[in-house]
């Protein structure tokens, strides 16, 4: 996997993924940004021509099967799963339709993709299928449930998939960013106006967003502010390194001042009472 490669970056509309699939395309890389509506592609081809970089632009929703089936037909040697939604709120009172959309994107969706892709770089004895985690893979914070469960799910995947494919020569990792100022945080608080109704909570005494309770969430998550978030520089950095390295370590956590923090919340879990 040495030189240029076939890149194919999910959710490449927006955040992470859009600023990866420039950024690799720019340094000579065939890069398949795939995105799930035609404005984010829209958008997607106009700043690849301002750039003067050539991107293929897909439309590609990884609930849908037969846009898996087309993706499929493509010979890709670096998978990212980037693709992925939030939800968050109290476990208690969220609607089971949103929970289980959120795994229909995070996880099944991205599984059905990555075994599509893990069946032609067995074949070849070659290729990496990278998973985007997140810190809430590893740590859990009241009324991120939701989204956290997903990432947790993704963790597991991720380890499995390690194992069983690195004997056939096939990597798999995962990149599991902190808070970053993407704009995904603030949408996934902001989806909380659809249903969510402090007066009718079961959980909500401590829970709030701007609808006028107040907030009580652990650390910089919930509604995140431009200044609770890191610049996302080191992220699409971090992309880029994934994509052309031919190893490397199984888990990329940033930004790296948190690390230490998430290890001692997990352990810390020994230690829980009732």
Request: glycine share 10%; aromatic share 8%; charged share 25%.
């Amino acid at each position: 996997m040495a030189g240029s490669k076939r890149i194919l970056i999910t959710g490449a509309g927006s955040g992470f993924g859009r600023d990866a699939a420039l950024r690799l395309a720019g340094r000579g890389h065939h890069v398949i940004a795939a995105a799930e509506n035609r404005p984010q592609m829209t958008g997607l081809i106009a700043e690849a021509d301002r750039r003067g970089v050539r991107l293929q632009v897909e439309n590609l929703d990884v609930t849908n099967a037969l846009h898996r089936d087309q993706a499929h037909a493509w010979d890709v040697d670096v998978l990212f799963n980037n693709a992925a939604i939030g939800e968050m709120g109290p476990l208690a009172d969220i609607p089971m339709a949103l929970f289980r959309q959120v795994f229909e994107v995070n996880v099944f969706g991205n599984l059905a993709l990555a075994q599509g892709f893990a069946r032609q770089m067995v074949r070849r004895g070659s290729g990496r299928i990278v998973w985007l985690s997140s810190i809430a893979g590893l740590t859990t914070n009241p009324y991120l449930g939701p989204y956290c469960a997903s990432k947790y799910a993704i963790e597991s995947i991720a380890q499995a998939m390690h194992d069983e494919l690195k004997p056939l020569g096939v990597s798999v990792c995962t990149i599991n960013p902190g808070p970053y100022q993407t704009g995904f945080n603030d949408r996934m608080g902001d989806s909380l106006r659809v249903w969510f109704d402090p007066e009718k909570s079961a959980a909500a005494r401590h829970f709030t967003t701007d609808l006028g309770v107040e907030v009580t969430l652990a650390d910089d998550y919930g509604r995140m502010t431009g200044e609770s978030q890191k610049d996302p520089e080191e992220i699409v950095e971090l992309f880029v390194r994934v994509a052309e390295e031919d190893s490397g370590l199984f888990r990329n956590f940033l930004p790296a001042d948190r690390i230490e923090g998430a290890k001692q919340q997990q352990a810390a879990i020994w230690d829980l009472r009732q």
